[in-house]
Every structure is written in structure tokens, then in C-alpha cells.
């Protein structure tokens, strides 16, 4: 299986794995190819920006624990970026969710996410999960 990293699955997988339930780690751990959305890196970076995140390490130093090697960084290209244009029935009105979203679609990814507005969005393959605490 391959997957698209939403940003908060992305943040508790760096900053809380302990909160991931079991078989989400142990999909993570597998032989899972992992990856982001450039825009998820954005939006780490400025809710850092606007004190809505904090970090224990500055910006610059957190993004580049969080991202090893293994993590394939998906740029939003003018495929994503018109396939969050005509996404039908989208569920909210979060630019940078469609762009995640239409980044799943046009890889043919799975999204994995803890955002129940996108838990059961049928026009996308969605694997959810209910974290076992919430990130401060």
C-alpha cells in the first residue's frame, strides 16, 4: 500500500507515534511507501508561524527530523492543483485539505487521516484513525 500523509497524521507520527493506534504504526513501520504533500509542509510551518503550533525545537531543525529519507515529498503540480478545483462534494472549505486530497487522487495513493470531515469522503481512498490523545 502506498499513502499520502495528512498533516496532523504527519505531526503524530513525529511528535506523538506513542498516540497512533497499533496497526497504524505497524503500517508505518511496514513496507508502506509514505508520502507528503508540499503543502502539509506549509501548513506545519506557518501555524508554527501564527503560535497556533508549537514545537520543542525551532522550525527549520523540526522539519528536517520530520522528514527522513524515506518520506517522498509530493509537489503540487498543476495536475493537483486542478484536481482540487473539481473535487466533487468536498467536505469543507480548507484550501490546503483539497490539496491533499487531490494529491491522493492523482497519485493513486491512499490519504491516511484523523480529520473526521474527510473520515468518510467517498471520491478518495481514506484510511482513518481516532488518535489515542490529542496533540497539545
Known amino acids: 500500500m502506498s499513502l499520502l500523509l495528512d498533516t496532523n497524521a504527519w505531526l503524530y507520527s513525529v511528535d506523538r507515534p506513542s498516540a497512533l493506534p497499533d496497526a497504524i504504526r505497524d503500517l508505518l513501520s511496514g513496507q508502506t511507501t ?3 504533500s508540499a503543502i502539509s509542509l506549509w501548513e506545519i510551518a506557518k501555524k508554527h508561524q501564527l503560535g497556533k503550533l508549537r514545537l520543542s525545537v ?15 515529498i509530493l509537489p ?10 473539481s473535487l466533487p462534494d468536498f ?8 490539496l491533499i486530497v487531490a494529491t491522493a487522487r492523482t497519485h493513486g495513493l491512499t490519504l491516511l487521516t ?23
Open 58 to 72: 525551532p522550525i527549520t531543525d523540526w522539519i528536517k527530523h520530520a522528514l527522513p529519507t524515506s518520506i517522498e
Open 91 to 98: 467536505p469543507n472549505r480548507d484550501p490546503a485539505d483539497e
Open 76 to 85: 503540487l503540480s498543476p495536475e493537483v492543483i486542478l484536481e482540487a478545483t
Open 114 to 136: 484523523c480529520d473526521k470531515l474527510l473520515r468518510d469522503y467517498p471520491h478518495a481512498a481514506i484510511t482513518y484513525f481516532r488518535p489515542k490523545d490529542r496533540l497539545a
Open 34 to 36: 509514505v508520502c507528503l
